[in-house]
């Protein structure tokens, strides 16, 4: 896909989720790893419902702005995405409603946000991480993100919003949605004894799609 394609595909999608509730006012953010290793990502104070190609903040491979408006203050925790997730090239960040109260909630496992509530939230977002929380931009969320040695392609920040990683940038958005609809889940269920999928049903799936789970406790 070429640069301008995918400079358009960057708005198309933000729009998306702008205008379906998934991110407030200039809140998340965009990125796209390039062939030649430097990145295309969403610009600071940009709402992600009103992107303009042109503008998009183009970065060399070592981080630095070659072209358009200033980058966002995010940057460190896309680029610890990318040096983790060697098959990254796109990380999507929301402030989603229902993932962020989910990174608020006492019971959530570190390792497991999320227990096995469906076969899609599996195949799309694997297990879901939980790190602390970092004040917006703080360069050691990247530490963070490093201490999870690439095993979660989906991290929540405590506090703050998702964030997720993709080989294309359609698979990253597809990803954030499922997560959102899997927290939503998560909240309307919570205390009422729900049922999930069984390790047998998810040793399944995981022969089935080849998926690679990080090693949790079974939530059963």
């Not at 358009?8 to 998340?28: A, D, K, Q, V």
């Not at 981080?63 to 990254?88: F, I, M, N, W």
């Not at 997720?164 to 698979?171: F, K, P």
Request: aromatic residues 6%.
């Amino acid at each position: 896909m070429s640069e301008t394609r995918i400079r358009e595909e960057i708005c198309r999608l933000g729009r998306s989720l702008f205008e379906r509730g998934l991110t407030p006012g200039s809140s998340g953010n965009i990125s796209v790893k390039l062939d030649d290793g430097g990145w295309l990502v969403t610009p600071t104070n940009a709402s992600l419902g009103f992107l303009d190609p042109a503008r998009m903040s183009r970065l060399a491979p070592d981080g630095r702005l070659v072209s358009g408006d200033a980058p966002t203050k995010e940057v460190p925790l896309h680029t610890a995405l990318y040096q983790t997730r060697g098959a990254a090239r796109a990380v999507v960040h929301l402030h989603s409603t229902h993932s962020v109260a989910l990174s608020m909630l006492p019971e959530i496992d570190p390792r497991a946000a999320l227990p096995p509530m469906t076969p899609y939230y599996l195949m799309k977002c694997g297990q879901t991480a939980l790190v602390p929380y970092y004040r917006p931009g703080d360069p050691a969320v990247a530490d963070a993100i490093k201490g999870l040695a690439g095993k979660y392609s989906s991290v929540l920040l405590a506090n703050h919003g998702p964030v997720v990683s993709g080989d294309t940038l359609e698979a990253a958005v597809f990803a954030m949605e499922e997560l959102e609809e899997t927290a939503k889940l998560y909240l309307l269920l919570r205390g009422l004894n729900p049922r999930y999928l069984s390790p047998e049903q998810v040793k399944d799936l995981t022969k089935v799609f080849g998926l690679t789970l990080p090693e949790t406790h079974d939530h059963t």
